[in-house]
């Protein structure tokens, strides 16, 4: 089983050519904020994997501050839908 | 999608009540999305991917989004009246709800999706098992299994030990791409990194708006804001 699925990964790699890896990486690569902080021109896949690992850290940390957030919101507040009325008239 | 044939009665009734809120929002998101599609068809990989990328930053998948969650967490809100108030496991719960709602956003067109939503599925029949074994498999908790894979192919400068280390990591941290090889990883992390922009984005202004915050402080506040006002007026909340 196993030989047969690295196996596989050998063909499936094989028949992906390298220009579209390289596209696939700059593509990611121009999704990293980085990018817009200096203009790097590491394009090796290393470092843009380890952008996009660290990344997507970053992403899950913050999501999960938010939803601890929201949930303290919601616990908070009974009437959410109230407050949500009431900045709604506000505005 | 041979898992998703095994588990597709419950994933098909979670899709068809997210369908049934929002049939027509999501008739129009497709007319523009084939729109989208028609205009960059170089090939269609780069097809495929715009696709796929473009609709993540468009309003009506944030609008589509905001109202999911908004439904999501009432129904998180209401049903936990007796497990205990304690905020780690509450924010859990919101963060599963957020990433559920953000799977059925992506109509399962990406492996992440079909991940998540597989995964949850399984957590919610097999919950007594699990707890016997003493595994957690969520989506969140990828990184505490810390074995590092390396698999040498030495054919191509890509396939290098520490590049396919790091796609084992990467793989790990996005949902469903456990064993994938490069090109896959690398397709899925696209998708799942706008994905998660816009639901960073959605919960932000969602938190703000709770919090009877400025809303009206920045432009994309307003936006974003009025968005969620939007969908609120348009539906009235199950039990008040």
Same mark, same amino acid.
């Given at each position: 089983?196993?030989?047969?699925?690295?196996?596989?990964?050998?063909?499936?790699?094989?028949?992906?050519?390298?220009?579209?890896?390289?596209?696939?990486?700059?593509?990611?690569?121009?999704?990293?904020?980085?990018?817009?902080?200096?203009?790097?021109?590491?394009?090796?896949?290393?470092?843009?994997?380890?952008?996009?690992?660290?990344?997507?850290?970053?992403?899950?940390?913050?999501?999960?501050?938010?939803?601890?957030?929201?949930?303290?919101?919601?616990?908070?507040?009974?009437?959410?839908?109230?407050?949500?009325?009431?900045?709604?008239?506000?505005? | 999608?041979? /898992?998703?044939?095994?588990?597709?009665?419950?994933?098909?009734?979670?899709?068809?009540?997210?369908?049934?809120?929002?049939?027509?929002?999501?008739?129009?998101?497709?007319?523009?999305?084939?729109?989208?599609?028609?205009?960059?068809?170089?090939?269609?990989?780069?097809?495929?991917?715009?696709?796929?990328?473009?609709?993540?930053?468009?309003?009506?998948?944030?609008?589509?989004?905001?109202?999911?969650?908004?439904?999501?967490?009432?129904?998180?809100?209401? /049903?936990?009246?007796?497990?205990?108030?304690?905020?780690?496991?509450?924010?859990?719960?919101?963060?599963?709800?957020?990433?559920?709602?953000?799977?059925?956003?992506?109509?399962?067109?990406?492996?992440?999706?079909?991940?998540?939503?597989?995964?949850?599925?399984?957590?919610?029949?097999?919950?007594?098992?699990?707890?016997?074994?003493?595994?957690?498999?969520?989506?969140?908790?990828?990184?505490?299994?810390?074995?590092?894979?390396?698999?040498?192919?030495?054919?191509?400068?890509?396939?290098?030990?520490?590049?396919?280390?790091?796609?084992?990591?990467?793989?790990?941290?996005?949902?469903?791409?456990?064993?994938?090889?490069?090109?896959?990883?690398?397709?899925?992390?696209?998708?799942?990194?706008?994905?998660?922009?816009?639901?960073?984005?959605?919960?932000?202004?969602?938190?703000?708006?709770?919090?009877?915050?400025?809303?009206?402080?920045?432009? /994309?506040?307003?936006?974003?804001?009025?968005?969620?006002?939007?969908?609120? /007026?348009?539906?009235?909340?199950?039990?008040?």
């Amino acid at each position: 089983m196993s030989s047969r699925r690295s196996r596989s990964r050998q063909t499936a790699a094989s028949m992906i050519t390298d220009d579209q890896i390289n596209d696939l990486v700059s593509r990611l690569h121009q999704l990293l904020p980085e990018i817009r902080n200096r203009c790097s021109d590491k394009v090796s896949a290393a470092g843009v994997l380890q952008e996009t690992c660290s990344y997507i850290r970053s992403l899950h940390r913050e999501v999960d501050d938010l939803s601890d957030r929201l949930s303290e919101l919601l616990d908070n507040t009974d009437s959410t839908l109230a407050s949500i009325i009431r900045s709604q008239l506000m505005q | 999608m041979a /898992s998703s044939t095994l588990i597709s009665d419950p994933v098909t009734n979670i899709m068809e009540r997210a369908r049934d809120s929002s049939k027509r929002r999501k008739k129009k998101k497709i007319q523009r999305q084939s729109s989208d599609g028609g205009r960059d068809q170089t090939t269609q990989n780069s097809s495929n991917n715009n696709n796929q990328i473009i609709p993540w930053k468009s309003e009506v998948q944030q609008q589509v989004y905001s109202s999911k969650l908004l439904q999501a967490l009432r129904n998180v809100r209401i /049903s936990p009246g007796t497990s205990p108030p304690s905020v780690p496991r509450r924010g859990r719960a919101v963060r599963e709800a957020a990433d559920r709602v953000l799977a059925v956003t992506a109509k399962g067109r990406t492996r992440w999706s079909r991940a998540i939503l597989t995964n949850k599925l399984t957590l919610k029949f097999m919950k007594s098992k699990r707890r016997q074994r003493g595994t957690a498999v969520t989506a969140t908790g990828n990184s505490r299994l810390k074995k590092p894979r390396v698999s040498i192919l030495k054919l191509k400068t890509k396939n290098l030990p520490a590049v396919q280390r790091k796609t084992r990591v990467l793989g790990r941290l996005v949902p469903g791409c456990r064993k994938q090889p490069l090109p896959v990883v690398l397709e899925e992390a696209t998708d799942y990194i706008a994905a998660l922009e816009m639901q960073v984005k959605a919960m932000a202004a969602l938190a703000d708006l709770l919090s009877g915050g400025s809303s009206s402080s920045s432009g /994309s506040g307003t936006g974003t804001g009025a968005m969620i006002l939007n969908q609120l /007026s348009l539906r009235q909340p199950p039990s008040s």
